[in-house]
């Protein structure tokens, strides 16, 4: 089975704080996304990576930035949190853009 | 033009009955479509997914009907039931990318 972990379940952080999120995945895929779920929106992509190094703008990036230091791993960073980017977000692999492989989110709260 | 528009955004449905969750798209080279399931605490899963050359994708109790002339497509979830209750969210791609319509929050009722 394809499993994609996030670091942390839930996160409370400060407004301004710089917040690391984590995800691994142990399928050897080549695309990693970062993904944000809000009640009514549905799932927005904010960047994803189709190799080590690689990394492309979503549609939503600002506020956010992105490392791939190796291919198992994808952080999403934010460089100073706000309390508009309280949300969950959905780290996916996969070896394709098509069908993605969804870790169990991190429920981040700005305060 | 990016938009899928998912409709309704909740549903309550007894056991046993139909669910039918429903998209709408402007984008006409969007060339997949899937349907992700997601369980309370637990990230989306690809559910079923057609490509715009086929008008129906059957797998088991769930089925996708998809009409290319009025951009829409739409999941029927026959027989319903509780362990069916879950978020349901559509999607259309092209260029690789999915874009994700609102979600529905299905409830089936014992």
């Known amino acids: 089975d394809v499993k994609v972990t996030q670091s942390s379940r839930y996160l409370v952080k400060r407004t301004g704080e710089k917040v690391f999120l984590e995800c691994v995945q142990d399928?050897?895929?080549?695309?990693m996304f970062w993904y944000r779920q809000d009640p009514g929106l549905g799932l927005r992509l904010i960047y994803f990576s189709y190799d080590v190094k690689m990394k492309e703008k979503g549609d939503i990036p600002e506020g956010y930035s992105v490392s791939r230091e190796k291919k198992e791993r994808f952080s999403l960073i934010l460089e100073s949190a706000s309390t508009n980017q309280t949300s969950m977000y959905l780290c996916?692999?996969?070896?394709?853009?098509?069908?993605?492989?969804f870790g169990p989110g991190t429920r981040l709260t700005v305060t | 033009q990016q938009q899928v528009k998912q409709s309704p955004q909740s549903l309550i449905v007894q056991k046993g009955g139909i669910s039918i969750i429903n998209c709408a798209y402007e984008?006409?080279?969007?060339?997949?479509f899937p349907w992700y399931q997601q369980f309370p605490g637990k990230g989306p899963a690809l559910l079923i997914a057609?490509?715009?050359?086929?008008s129906e994708k059957k797998e088991g109790r769930f089925t996708i009907s998809f009409n290319k002339s009025a951009k829409q497509f739409s999941l029927h979830i026959m027989d319903s039931q509780p362990g069916d209750s879950a978020t349901y969210f559509c999607a259309a791609s092209y260029t690789g990318k999915l874009i994700f319509g609102q979600g529905t929050t299905l409830q089936v009722k014992p």
């Open positions: 996916a692999s996969g070896t394709g853009f098509l069908e993605q492989y």
């Open positions: 399928m050897d895929h080549e695309n």
């Open positions: 984008n006409t080279a969007f060339d997949y």
């Open positions: 057609i490509r715009p050359d086929v």
